[in-house]
């Protein structure tokens, strides 16, 4: 059994008196294709900055393929990177970022990095300032797979990219993971992108995980419950409520269980990756609101 | 060789879309014994999904004995399904045809229909099944 991908114990970062990821808790076992989903400042980028070591945790631990991230080059040389808006260098042509991977990657697969650059007819004498969103970030896939790293983080890869580019950059990211069985790490807000990559979850809203698992096993195991209004919602014990909301006689739940729901009152319907999202980001949200006036009166 | 395609807004999983389309393709006779399905290389590069969306519909078809893996080679088409009758298929829809002409004259709308037709598939289905 090879080391999880993605672990940590504990995990928390603070910037000066703010905690951006707080008691972070994870093991994401490796060879998935994984999504990171949160709102805003849900602590997505601080997540996969610690685990690129460019951040240092606060508390905590945190492993990447089995070896901690910061001070350890040879941990480094394992995990390929991707920041927000795919970053290149404007003055460098498509050559000389090239020849940059080369030199700063000892284990860098010069065939591939060429091959992909004429897939995506570049001119490799061009700037990489003059390339247009979407060849930049392919650009900057490529740069990032050709060090062949085991484990690929991506920030929003195509977070500012058109809907045909943003199809390719994902066609890409399949194809490698398809032919070099890399792990991958991607945070996103669009779930129906997700839905179609991602075979495993991870939900942060404020700073903590709302809920992480393999994607297949969180679809059947939630399920949506309308029928007659029912107020207090004592569920049998192997269910719990993710969200309700009443309308007039009717009631609808969103329920996580792995037992069949046997109350005939129930009419049982299937959900998908964004109900189950939603719900997920709305209870810690509505939770914190409800925590928050409490604190309050307690000072 | 066939194409597979998506339609995400249909809420049925992607495997078993791929699973259904093969099974139509054998159905209509444009898969037979001895075609390659496309690698699953070929499919996630056409459609951008996860590989293992791929593996596990192939795995399917081939516990179902329509498909077999040959290492290094791919996976090809070793099962048949009963191919549907044109002319059968064509008796059906136009007594179905008949049928919702009816309906709608008695003032059913389409939704209403569809939650007849719905219920009656499942009824009928499920008697098997008992």
Redo the contacts between chains.
Sequence with gaps: MSAPALETVGLGKSYGRRWALTDCTLSIPAGH?VGLVGPNGAGKTTLLHLAVGLLRPSAGTIAVLGETPHDDPAALARIGFLAQDSPAYSRLTVAQHLQMGAWLNPSWDAGFANARVVDLGFDVRQRAGSLSGGQRAQLALTLAVAKRPELLLLDEPVASLDPLAR?EF??T???V???HGVSVVMSSHLI?DL?????YLVVLVSGQVALTGDVETLLASHHRLVGPRRDDLSMPANQSVIEASHVGKQSTLLVRTDDPILDPAWSVT?V?LDDVVLAYMRQARDGAAAAAPGLAVAR | MIEFHLDPASGVATYVQLVQQVHQALQLGLLEPGDRLPTAQQVVALLAINPNTVLKAYRDLEREGLVRARPGLGTFVVGTLPRTDPVSQARFRRSMASWLRSARAAGLGPQEIEAIYRTALRDCFSEDVA
């Design positions: 294709v199809r994902l066609q990211l399949m194809e993971v398809a032919e129906a839905e179609r990559v991602c075979d299937p998908n």
